[in-house]
């Protein structure tokens, strides 16, 4: 890719390969001997939203159905990532080194999702010869829904749905369709009867929780000012350029005026980008295991 197409928000490694179907956001950072182009001399589009972080080594290849990235992801070392279908995945993801994401028969990433290192997600099959009766091929569609986390070296079988919220231990074979809010463990992976890793968190303790965060920020990152008012949570610098970062329980809290802030609303888990530097520094504090939202694009 000409670099004059690149933004200047972008830190790419001079070693990277990004090929000319790749249209990059702002603030990604390419680790080194990374490739982002085509699979197979195909050159279908690989969008990659803002803020993502691909460590060295990892390839991540399209075929003529692209692949769509958004915001906020983590792809640690030597990941592949290929395949000839659409393949998308949303905001917030974690995925650790050496996992294989395929998408030959199309696969769905949800928001929140967290794979553990040496996972494999498989959309296909493919054994043996036809031409002397081997049947063990297919291509099916994956789709692992949000907030799933696979522990660590899962395999995830094509054509299955793994719901929200699920739960996978570490070494799970999974072979078929889960369900929501739900662990399991094993090869094949089988459901963990009373195990529940998820407690119930009133909104008011989720603001709670929220202004506690934001005291802590304002201490580690001491340019930016802390302020709770009215039940809204107000960050902001000691300067004057009027970035600031608003957290509100829900659309009900309009005490301060929102125009150009960064609203944080904790009841549908949804942010206002602008990608100034406040929002962030601040979403980076807290979008590892403390919090995370969708961001609605300008």
Known sequence: MEQSKIDKSNQIDETALIGDN???????????????????????????????????????????????????????????????????????????????????????????????????????????????????????????????????????????????????????NITKSTSPKSVYAGNPAKLKEGLNFYDEITIDKKFEMMGNWAKEFVLKFPIYQFELNNNIIRLFGKDENNEQIIIIKDENSNSIPYDGSTVFNLTNKLYTKNLTEIERTFYKFIYNNKARFIPINK
């Open 22 to 172: 790749v249209e990059l956001g702002k603030f990604n950072k390419i680790g080194k001997n990374v490739v982002i182009g085509s699979f197979n001399g195909q050159a279908g589009r690989i969008k990659l939203g803002d803020c993502n972080i691909i460590n060295d080594n990892t390839r991540i290849l399209a075929g003529d159905e692209g692949i769509m990235i958004g915001d906020w992801n983590v792809f640690h070392n030597s990941m592949l990532v290929m395949g000839e279908s659409l393949m998308t995945i949303g905001h917030n993801c974690w995925f650790g080194q050496n996992t294989i994401l395929d998408s030959s028969g199309g696969l769905k990433i949800g928001n929140g999702v967290r794979v553990g290192m040496y996972s494999q997600i498989w959309t296909h099959v493919a054994s043996g010869e036809l031409i002397e009766g081997c049947n063990l091929f297919s291509k099916r569609e994956t789709i692992i829904k949000d907030n799933v986390w696979l522990v660590g070296s899962c395999i995830v079988s094509s054509g299955i749905v793994l719901e929200e919220l699920g739960v996978f231990l570490i070494g799970s």
